[in-house]
């Protein structure tokens, strides 16, 4: 596929998306969806991907649905944004909470409505100092969507999600990470720096076991305590029989730095 409206990149264990359309602040087109899902399988085929990086191009990471594409007004008929939820965002986001590798979020400017929920949906969400989280759609009398109203009130606790929700106030990242709604605020000029370090561990990292890791933590949100030591028995077991697992206790018996295969 012919990408216009993202760009993907593949080296080193590390895919990278880019949202590219930074005149309208990377808001999501038709178009990006299906370059978004078409991207987001070649990262799911790559055996070589190790961690995949979502990012935005210029000056936002993502402004949400592009409203341009919407052209409703008043006395308009209406249109029926469940099917663009089923066909474009519930895909994303799971297809995002699913990869089995780490997903890391570098919000490099604003993030509203479903481009906040989709940098949600990652696995590692780091913001610069000048981004900034906006639940924008209760401005245009939407619900939060692409699983805000599921990642809010766990990150962040009810009485804040509702507020987030119902106001549409911006949370600037520095706030968005003291709540622990993100990972990591850091300075704009230490921001792509700190991000190729990330990427560069990921990339080396036990990748198969990260993901044991997210399907379990992913798992917890709706299970007992019982149903989750359980899991982890299960995963513990599987990671026990692995390349990765060996290697990693024969590095540290061997004072020596692992060299993970990423099974
Ligand atoms: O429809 C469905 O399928 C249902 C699913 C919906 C999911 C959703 O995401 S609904 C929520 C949609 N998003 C919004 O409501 C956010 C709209 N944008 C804003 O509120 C502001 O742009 C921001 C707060 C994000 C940033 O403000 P600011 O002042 O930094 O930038 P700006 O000047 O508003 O935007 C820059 C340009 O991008 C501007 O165009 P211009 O004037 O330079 O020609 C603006 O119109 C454009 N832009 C920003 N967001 C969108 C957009 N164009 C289309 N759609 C957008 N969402």
């Not at 936002?60 to 099917?83: M, N």
């Not at 981004?131 to 009130?153: E, M, R």
Request: net charge neutral; with cysteine; proline share 4%.
């Amino acid at each position: 596929m012919n990408y216009e409206q993202i760009r993907y990149e593949s080296a080193d264990g590390i895919a990278r998306i880019t949202l590219n359309r930074p005149d309208r602040l990377n808001s999501f087109t038709t178009r990006m969806h299906g370059e978004l899902r078409d991207a987001l399988a070649r990262v799911a085929d790559d055996a070589l991907a190790r961690v995949l990086l979502l990012t935005g191009e210029g000056r936002g990471f993502c402004a949400g649905q592009d409203l341009a594409d919407r052209a409703v007004a008043p006395g308009d008929a209406p249109v029926d944004l469940g099917a663009s939820i089923e066909s474009h965002y519930r895909p994303l986001v799971l297809a995002l909470r699913s990869l089995p590798l780490p997903v890391v979020c570098a919000v490099n400017g604003v993030a509203a409505g479903a481009g906040a929920n989709v940098a949600l949906a990652c696995d590692l969400v780091v913001a610069c100092r000048s981004a900034s989280f906006i639940q924008a759609f209760c401005k245009i009398g939407l619900v939060p969507d692409s699983g805000g109203t599921y990642f809010l009130p766990r990150a962040v606790g009810a009485a804040r999600a509702m507020g987030l929700a119902m106001l549409g106030e911006r949370l600037p990242a520095e706030q968005a990470a003291a709540w622990g709604l993100i990972w990591k605020c850091v300075d704009d000029a230490e921001f792509a720096a700190t991000i190729d370090a990330l990427l560069a561990e990921l990339a080396q990292a036990p990748t198969a076991g990260l993901a044991a890791t997210k399907r379990a933590m992913h798992a917890s949100a709706n299970a007992t305590l019982e149903e989750q030591l359980d899991r982890e028995r299960d995963l513990q077991r599987m990671r026990g029989q692995s390349d990765d697992y060996r290697e990693g206790v024969a590095a540290f018996l061997g004072k020596r730095a692992p060299r993970f295969s990423g099974r």
